[in-house]
């Protein structure tokens, strides 16, 4: 299957939802402790024919500081965001120039903005994610945040947007808790204890807007039901170290994908009695970034800090040429 060869460690990579075979990926040197990042546009339709044929990057931008996280614009199939280590959110539109980019420097964050996620359904927002312990809503028309969320007490790793309601995020973070927000509400709706150690990932399932998934450090994966919060309604062990993200497919009800410290990808259905659908053990370092396509059903992407990027259908090998 195509893989690519990034040019520093890997931490995020999304599939476009405009273009099936285009991708974003982020990365960063010395595994973003000091160094520069890139942010790469990657072209599967451009690398030719034959199944391993890799894919081309048909735009690259290196950044002076790391970066941790990407998103494609919603509303406008060229733009994408990136998540800095200097703490700003950087905007870059794709089909300009280097030289013409980024098109917007947002700094207001006082130190790393770690997660990005761009609203699927009023597509004209995004927000962030820091380690300052707030939330910034954003227009990318606008140089300044819309509204700041506070109220974590430690490092906020990640956000993500409900699929189904314009209005509704929810955050996870250091303190072990994940939070629902609305927007026209600067207080959360809910805080979850989610888990006894940190909380790096979450996302909300696509077909039910009530169900939760949390990934943490503890090594677990928890799916909860917002509107009963006391206790989850499935744990999904099988991780050996800190599960870094989680994702809820777009296309198939109650799968789930995950990335692990353990160097592994796996595949889950959190109703299932057996829950571990498939393992992949196709990197050699730490996984930092999984997507999958929501215009391509099965269709799967990984990243790592191994400088790998992988891109397979669902039930095939992603090492396989």
Not at 95 to 115: F, I, T
Not at 116 to 143: I, M
Not at 240 to 248: H, L, M, P, Q
Request: net charge negative; proline share 8%; hydrophobic share 45%.
């Amino acid at each position: 299957m195509p893989a690519f060869k990034a040019p520093a460690p890997g931490f995020a990579v999304r599939f476009s939802p405009f273009h099936e075979n285009r991708l974003l990926a982020a990365a960063s040197q010395h595994f973003g402790l000091v160094g520069n990042g890139h942010l790469i546009v990657l072209d599967l339709a451009a690398a030719g024919p034959g199944p391993g044929a890799a894919p081309v990057p048909v735009f690259s931008f290196p950044t002076s500081d790391a970066l941790f996280d990407c998103v494609w614009s919603e509303s406008h199939e060229s733009l994408c965001a990136a998540a800095s280590g200097d703490g700003s959110v950087r905007l870059f539109d794709a089909a300009l120039p280097p030289a013409q980019n980024p098109v917007r420097l947002l700094r207001e964050h006082a130190r790393e903005v770690h997660g990005l996620d761009w609203n699927p359904v009023r597509r004209d927002a995004f927000v962030s994610a820091s380690w300052d312990d707030t939330l910034k809503l954003w227009s990318p028309d606008r140089p300044a945040s819309v509204r700041t969320f506070r109220g974590h007490e430690y490092c906020v790793y990640a956000a993500a947007w409900s699929a189904r309601h314009p209005d509704v995020f929810a955050s996870a973070s250091g303190d072990r808790t994940a939070r629902v927000w609305d927007v026209r509400d600067p207080a959360p709706t809910l805080i979850l204890p989610a888990h006894d150690h940190e909380v790096l990932s979450l996302d909300w399932d696509k077909y039910d807007p009530s169900i939760l998934a949390t990934a943490s450090v503890d090594k677990s994966i928890r799916v909860w039901d917002v509107r009963a919060p006391r206790a989850p309604v499935a744990q999904l062990a099988g991780h050996g170290y800190a599960v870094k993200r989680v994702r809820f497919s777009p296309h198939r009800q109650g799968m789930l994908m995950s990335c692990s410290y353990d160097m592994t990808v796996c595949m889950w259905d959190y109703r299932a009695e057996d829950a571990l659908l498939a393992r992949y053990n196709h990197h050699t370092e730490f996984v930092a970034g999984i997507d999958m396509s929501v215009l391509v059903d099965g269709l799967l992407a990984s990243t790592g800090w191994d400088e790998m990027v992988y891109i397979w259908p669902f039930g095939t090998d992603p090492r396989a040429m």
